[in-house]
């Protein structure tokens, strides 16, 4: 055994070393395709520590073990850093699945989705939580447009569509009033996507909860979509996108959803 585990103590090294490469690139991708906050989520996931946690300390006992036991040495710590190494490379392949599903577009929309609706009473600085996870689901639904991806496209409306249409809250100051007036181009901007991909119910619930609005703030934020000409950031930025440019085609959209919240209210 002592021979067995000298000579896998570099290979296992390497093994781990490489499974933690391939899960760092598989990170740094979705991060860089849908949102920077993926590797946020993916740090402060419990699994994903363990697992990692795991895998270091793995390598660490079998070099030390292997360095510093002799033939006639304790056979416990051998069979414990063996059965560390087992345990090691049997869990390589689920834990593979595992961080391919932690990081899929739709089940991170879901769990952004999920937050969101817990926050919607909780906290008194909920709002701001609820608005950083509809900066979220915009990014995903930004980089779903940009690429084609119908399905992330949806699942990104869907998600974004039901957080919003639960934010109907009067404001008392101009923080709040700025987060408000944020929360409101998402909606205006969503109805448009909706209306667009055909989902005209789930546009008509949020027109009914625009239409709960202040008219002058509707009128105002329609007109800055409107006359936004700038698709991105002249300076960099975590997202790089000007959430308020529209493109021409659904920028003539924006009479028609107008006229729908006058209606409506």
Known sequence: MYEALSNSAEIIAGVLGIALTVVAIIVELAVNRYNHRISD???RDPI???????????TIVCVWVAAASSPEGNSLLRQGAMTMITISLLALLPYFAYVFAFISPINVIECISQRARRNIDAAPNARSVVQETIDEIQDFLHSAIDSGDRAIAMSSVDALGDSLVQLDREIDSPPQEMSLLGVRRAQVQAVVLLLEAGRESLAQKIVEDLAGELQRRISALIERLAQEQERRYWELTPRGVNFGYLPTGRRDLLPVIHAAIRNAS
């Open 41 to 43: 989520r993916f740090i």
């Open 48 to 58: 994903n520590v363990g697992v990692l946690v795991f895998f270091v300390a793995t």
